[in-house]
């Protein structure tokens, strides 16, 4: 499975932005999909995950600015990121995982394919 994001960019602090990742090379409703970022210097983080059935998963520490969706027919997963700071600056990052219950969703380490990532970058 191959995973492309797009829709990164610069941006001011209180904006917003669309990423999307496109999907080729497998079966994309076969997958949980979650984007995850990576600010310089610190860990690869997760932002949101989506099930196959479209339901979402947030972590607990999320400020409910970000919404994660599919569309199944089109192999696109999606973030729409709104109040964006200069603290949501990073690369953005498209992950696609089997979806087995007893794996945590917010976890790295599960997620087979990655894509290259984009660059957010909030200006203040």
């Known amino acids: 499975v191959q995973l492309v994001e797009s829709g990164g960019g610069l941006v001011q602090a209180g904006g917003s932005l669309r990423l999307s990742c496109t999907a080729s090379?497998?079966?994309?409703?076969?997958?949980?999909m979650a984007w995850f970022r990576q600010a310089p210097g610190l860990e690869r983080e997760f932002v949101a995950a989506?099930?196959?059935?479209?339901?979402?998963y947030y972590p607990h520490s999320g400020k409910g600015q970000f919404t994660i969706s599919r569309d199944n027919a089109r192999n696109a997963v999606y973030l729409q990121m709104n109040s964006l700071t200069p603290e949501d600056s990073a690369v953005y990052f498209c992950?696609?995982?089997?979806?087995?219950?007893?794996?945590?969703?917010?976890?790295?380490?599960?997620?087979?394919?990655w894509g290259q990532g984009t660059q957010v970058t909030v200006s203040s």
């Open positions: 992950a696609a995982r089997p979806d087995l219950e007893m794996f945590p969703l917010d976890n790295r380490g599960y997620y087979v394919y």
């Open positions: 090379g497998g079966t994309f409703s076969n997958y949980v």
């Open positions: 989506v099930y196959r059935n479209g339901n979402p």
